[in-house]
């Protein structure tokens, strides 16, 4: 008799072991640590895993156009588009930005028709990974030979330029993401106005 209490004990013992463990780890009790050889994981930044203070510089590639505002005709001239950008975060959100957006038209001879945009203006963060950009500065409408020599036209004038991007890859020092453009160039005779779709690479 005294055998089988002391082994009904031991087997409702056993049982009951893993459920008092399961309650332990949900009642806020210790639990297992890391195991050998990892470390806590890498806190986050109240925009997610990306720390943006500090120095930022970036690039994009795509395709983009521009058209005449203020013309009769006002058909796009499309193209390929650049954008360069540097600037410094003072906060998570907030950043001083120098940007340059170039929508370049080729000609079947070999020339082209650029219009530049260079700007100063700043940075926003309206979510995890999404930003909006804004700034003023100068523009440029130049007709190149593309032979490796100065422009043969040139005209400059006041612009604006817009920006907004979509983060779709975040890491601690980089991102990768989808971006629009704007800008608007006002010349002597003619606003020239150009756009983008771009995909960038932004370290910080």
């Not at 639990?31 to 203070?53: A, F």
């Not at 940007?99 to 979510?127: C, K, M, N, R, W």
Request: hydrophobic share 35%; glycine share 16%.
């Amino acid at each position: 008799m005294r055998r089988n209490v002391l082994a009904s004990v031991v087997l409702a013992a056993a049982l009951l072991a893993p459920a008092m463990a399961h309650a332990q780890r949900y009642s806020g009790g210790p639990g297992p640590g890391p195991g050998p050889g990892y470390g806590p994981p890498p806190p986050e930044t109240p925009l997610g895993i990306t720390d943006h203070l500090g120095l930022a510089l970036g690039i994009s590639l795509g395709g983009g156009g521009y058209y005449c505002s203020n013309c009769t005709d006002k058909s796009s001239n499309d193209g390929l588009s650049l954008t360069v950008h540097g600037g410094w975060f003072f906060t998570q959100r907030f950043a001083l930005v120098l940007e340059g957006f170039v929508v370049s038209h080729p000609y079947q001879d070999g020339t082209s028709l650029d219009s530049i945009t260079g700007t100063v203006g700043v940075q926003y963060y309206l979510a995890k990974n999404l930003w909006v950009r804004g700034g003023i500065g100068y523009g440029n409408l130049q007709f190149n030979y593309n032979d490796g020599g100065p422009p043969d036209q040139s005209e400059d004038g006041g612009s604006i330029a817009l920006a907004g991007g979509l983060e779709i890859i975040q890491a601690p020092h980089w991102s990768l993401d989808v971006e629009l453009h704007f800008g608007e160039t006002a010349y002597s005779d003619i606003n020239v106005v150009q756009s983008a779709v771009t995909v960038g690479f932004n370290w910080f």
